[in-house]
């Protein structure tokens, strides 16, 4: 059981000492008063750097292909001749481009399978900064592939920073999930999805003519993801490991007193402390949870369910489709070519400023409305989005309806679906089964992803203006599913959350047996129950 979400309607209630605390950042104060869960300085960076080398990078990799794809091509066509004699042919070239795009998701699923491990040994923190070496290694061949006359370099490049996105993808959620207070659980997890939008817009900017988007100069749009690994590499060490981490993991009760102090900005954390060592009285009969027996439990089948289904929507609701594909979209829907990279651009502006939007009224409008709204809105801009791009020759505006369509989806879908996925899967779970439960949403996650990537070229050549129904019919089902199934999760802690899956699932989840067994240590005299009683007594009161 999660004491720091389960215990904080009982523990944290108690009156806030005067002034802000030491490392607090200014103007934590509500105007009646009462000061707000503090966003320490500490805390902002350690979301920022951590940011800025794992999410950003993921989704600077879904929009840097995007502008040199014709030079690729002919690089690929130049490499290919030159080893066998002859042109490429173009359902080759057509294979040989989706294998680029997609495999970066094969990486991804092999990098979300290593988190688990990497993150027992190494913990949130070095989990992150050994991930740099994924990311500069790729970063050195991709940039390097021209100049060597391999294409396979650039292939292999892509699938190593598929590992750096899937190991990124879970570790950094965990990180931040497990060093934010409740109160800003959301807005904090949004900086995920933020700087997601944030690196699709730097790699369309970057893609420019005037910058490196040039048939001389396109290895380099590869070479400049080093940068933000490097900075995250000679950052993060002087950041704390995640408090969790260290006492449930390290039995390492003064650092992680320390962490918290930091990441907290106040002297006084002993509150804190206690929380996550009622916590693992709790839990101290529970191991970590491997996957199979997660997919088994019966008191999390639905929760399971719903981020499975979450997942796959969030990938293949075409939001990748229109990223990957951008420059043809906008081709086919009748813009001038040299119009597309600057419009291109715009789709980045719009997903920045949508993920910021989220990010502040999450936490006042919830997860659920959301994400079913988003779902809902990406619906109803598909199904015109179509209509527009078949009606296309019969009017000179309906062309640039189709753009509006796309950045209305796009906005949709960063205002809730693209980042709220990362948070159920914390919310959802206590602490043993939370590494288990973001292998499983990023095994959907990244197989989705490579579906959608190698499949969506055959898609448009099959459908033609009709693909995008394919994205509309995901969408609606997600959204309905959601209306009925998803309960809100906003400042719920974990015991509430399985409280609201629980006749759904038509189980208790498994901390009440434990508290049962604790409880019943007592007429025994068994070591422990004095100490727990304080935790028993709310989930009877609370739970059971």
Not at 387 to 414: E, G, K, R
Not at 459 to 468: A, D, H, P, W
Request: glycine share 10%; with cysteine.
């Amino acid at each position: 059981m999660d004491s720091q979400e389960l215990s904080s309607a009982h523990l944290i209630r108690g009156p806030s000492p005067p002034g802000p605390p030491s490392g607090a950042c200014p103007g934590s104060r509500t105007p009646g008063g009462r000061r707000k869960q503090d966003w320490s300085c500490s805390l902002i960076v350690a979301s920022l750097v951590g940011a800025l080398g794992s999410s950003f990078l993921y989704g600077y990799n879904l929009s840097v292909v995007n502008a040199p794809t014709p030079y690729i091509k002919a690089f690929y066509n130049e490499t290919w001749e030159r080893k066998h004699g002859h042109p490429i042919d173009s359902d080759t070239l057509t294979l040989l481009w989706s294998v680029t795009v997609s495999i970066f998701a094969i990486g991804g699923l092999a990098g979300t399978l290593l988190v688990k491990l990497m993150g027992k040994c190494l913990g949130r923190k070095y989990t992150l900064l050994v991930n740099n070496v994924f990311a500069v290694s790729a970063a050195l061949l991709m940039a390097c592939s021209l100049q060597a006359g391999a294409l396979e370099m650039l292939i292999v490049g892509r699938f190593i920073m598929g590992v750096d996105g899937g190991i990124a993808l879970s570790a950094l959620p965990m990180y931040l999930s497990e060093i934010s207070p409740k109160e800003i659980r959301g807005s904090l997890g949004q900086v995920t999805a933020i700087f997601i939008c944030i690196g699709v817009f730097t790699g369309q900017l970057l893609g420019l003519p005037e910058l490196l988007g040039k048939e001389s100069t396109w290895p380099y749009l590869f070479g400049v993801i080093a940068v933000p690994a490097v900075v995250q590499l000679v950052t993060l060490p002087f950041l704390p490991e995640s408090p969790r981490y260290l006492l449930f993991d390290k039995h390492d009760q003064a650092g992680a007193e320390k962490a918290f102090r930091t990441f907290l900005g106040k002297e006084d954390v002993s509150q804190e402390v206690e929380e996550v060592l009622a916590e693992g009285r709790v839990q101290r009969y529970i191991q970590l949870v491997p996957v199979l027996e997660l997919l088994r439990t019966p008191s999390v089948r639905w929760q399971v369910l719903t981020v499975v289904i979450t997942m796959a929507c969030y990938q293949l609701c075409g939001l990748n489709a229109i990223w990957f594909y951008t420059n043809s979209i906008f081709g086919k829907a009748g813009i001038p070519p040299e119009k597309i990279p600057y419009i291109t651009l715009s789709t980045g502006a719009i997903e920045t400023l949508a993920a910021i939007f989220s990010g502040l009224v999450i936490e006042r409008l919830g997860r659920r409305p959301l994400l079913i709204g988003g779902f809902g809105l990406m619906t109803v801009f598909f199904g015109i989005l179509t209509v527009t791009l078949t009606l296309q020759d019969h009017a000179p505006w309906i062309p640039y309806l189709s753009i509006v369509c796309i950045l209305a989806i796009i906005a949709s879908f960063c205002s809730g679906p693209g980042g709220i996925p990362f948070i159920l899967t914390g919310e959802f779970f206590q602490q043993s089964q939370r590494p288990a439960a973001f292998i499983v949403a990023g095994t959907v996650n990244w197989l989705s992803n490579f579906a959608v990537g190698l499949l969506f070229p055959f898609i448009q050549k099959s459908l033609g203006t009709y693909c995008f129904l394919v994205f509309a019919a995901v969408c609606f089902a997600g959204a309905v599913y959601l209306y009925f199934v998803l309960p809100e999760t906003k400042n719920k802690t974990h015991a509430e959350i399985s409280q609201a899956f629980a006749k759904r699932n038509k189980a208790y989840p498994p901390e009440e047996k434990t508290d049962s067994a604790v409880t019943d240590d007592k007429p025994n005299g068994k070591p422990g129950a004095d100490s727990s009683s304080t935790l028993d007594n709310y989930v009877k009161n609370r739970i059971v």
